[in-house]
């Protein structure tokens, strides 16, 4: 099992940025890849961007293609989620998952982002 702790939410005005962090403990050998996913209020779990956890290249939801950047730092177990130019539909509780080779997600318990117009 993978424990996520996700931080770095919290109020921005429109054309702001805020970086979020997920720091991994635990099985972190099982780690395939780290992904983003956000849900916004009265909508699904969405999903923003993912990451290999040894290497290869992201991949983002084109919403945010430009705007946000996902990276890891593999010493710290850590991967971040670097949001820029950010828009009030990107408003949501922001949520980083663990996707191992096999077996269940691990996911973090969501910080909240609000970005103000």
């Known amino acids: 099992q993978v424990q996520l702790v996700e931080s770095g939410g919290g109020l921005v005005q429109a054309g702001g940025s805020l970086r979020l962090s997920c720091a991994a403990s635990g099985h972190t050998f099982s780690v395939v890849a780290m992904r983003w996913y956000r849900q916004a209020p009265g909508k699904e779990r969405e999903f923003v961007a993912d990451?290999?956890?040894?290497?290869?290249?992201?991949t983002y939801v084109d919403s945010v293609k430009g705007r946000f950047t996902i990276s890891r730092d593999n010493a710290l177990n850590t991967v971040y989620l670097q949001m820029n130019s950010l828009k009030p539909e990107d408003t949501a509780v922001y949520y980083c998952?663990?996707?191992?080779?096999?077996?269940?997600?691990?996911w973090g318990q969501g910080t909240q982002v609000t970005v103000s117009s």
């Open positions: 990451i290999g956890w040894s290497g290869g290249s992201a």
């Open positions: 998952a663990a996707v191992p080779r096999v077996g269940v997600w691990s």
